[in-house]
C-alpha cells in the first residue's frame, strides 16, 4: 500500500507566500510523475503543476512565474512553493503520483490541504 502525506497549508495574505510538500511512502518501487492539484468550492479539479521522475515539468497558465514545482527523488518527495499568492488560488490542494509497487502501477492521492489567500 502507499500513502501520500501533504503538509504546508494554511491561511495567507494576498501577495504572500506558501510551501506545500507530499510524502509518499509504502511499498514503492518506483515513482513516476508527481503533481499537484486543485479544487476550488464550485470548481472542477485542476492541475497546477507536475513534474516528472526524469524532472519536467508543466504548469497550468495562471501559476506559472509564480508557482515553482520541484522533487526529492531520494525521499519520494514533491513540493509546491507558492509565491505571490492571489485571492483565486484559495482552494483544496491534492497531491497526486503516479506509482509502481511490486504487483501495479497505480494513481494515489494525498488527502488534501486547504490554502486560503484573503487579507
Known amino acids: 500500500q502507499v500513502q501520500l502525506v501533504e503538509s504546508g497549508g494554511g491561511l495567507v495574505q494576498p501577495g504572500g507566500s506558501l510551501r506545500l510538500s507530499c510524502a509518499a511512502s509504502g511499498s514503492i518501487f518506483r515513482v513516476y510523475t508527481m503533481g499537484w492539484y486543485r479544487q476550488a468550492p464550485g470548481k472542477q479539479p485542476e492541475l497546477v503543476a507536475a513534474?516528472?521522475?526524469?524532472?519536467?515539468?508543466n504548469y497550468a497558465d495562471d501559476v506559472k512565474g509564480r508557482f515553482a514545482i520541484s522533487r526529492d527523488y531520494a525521499k519520494n518527495t514533491v513540493y509546491l512553493q507558492m509565491n505571490s499568492l492571489k485571492p483565486e488560488d484559495t482552494a483544496v490542494y491534492s497531491c497526486?503520483?503516479?506509482?509502481?509497487?511490486?504487483?501495479?502501477?497505480?494513481?494515489?492521492w494525498g488527502q488534501g490541504t486547504q490554502v486560503t489567500v484573503s487579507s
Open positions: 513534474i516528472t521522475n526524469t524532472g519536467i515539468t
Open positions: 497526486n503520483a503516479d506509482v509502481q509497487t511490486r504487483g501495479s502501477r497505480n494513481d494515489y
